[in-house]
């Protein structure tokens, strides 16, 4: 049964989610916006999405690109949880689980460490 929720609620929440990240990691952050979408269309139950360059992986030659994105997921985070409570431990783990990859950690040491 999915959690019902108002798309401002859950933009909310992923805000919230930010705002629990470091401040030095989000100084770190570079060149990269954070969207929510309902879903992704190619892969309809993901959770999550980095697209880019990983932080760990530009050279000096990097420049000119368009901003990476992180991409969090409305309906499939709603549709798996069964309370908002839920939904809340949902978004702050799968918020840490892109930006990781924005700073090049992948998905067997976020699986082994307790953010997959």
């Not at 060149?31 to 959770?47: A, D, Y």
């Amino acid at each position: 049964m999915s959690v019902p929720m108002s798309d401002d609620e859950f933009d909310g929440l992923v805000s919230d989610a930010l705002d629990t990240i470091p401040t030095d990691l989000t100084d770190a952050m570079n060149n990269v916006v954070i969207l929510v979408e309902p879903f992704n269309p190619e892969e309809p139950g993901i959770l999550g999405l980095y697209h880019g360059v990983a932080l760990t992986m530009r050279t000096s030659d990097y420049g000119g690109f368009l901003p990476d994105t992180i991409t969090i997921y409305r309906d499939p985070i709603l549709a798996m949880c069964h309370s908002r409570e839920e939904v809340v431990h949902e978004v702050a783990v799968t918020v840490v689980h892109e930006i990781a990859h924005h700073f090049g950690i992948d998905d067997e040491w976020l699986h082994a460490n307790g953010w997959g």
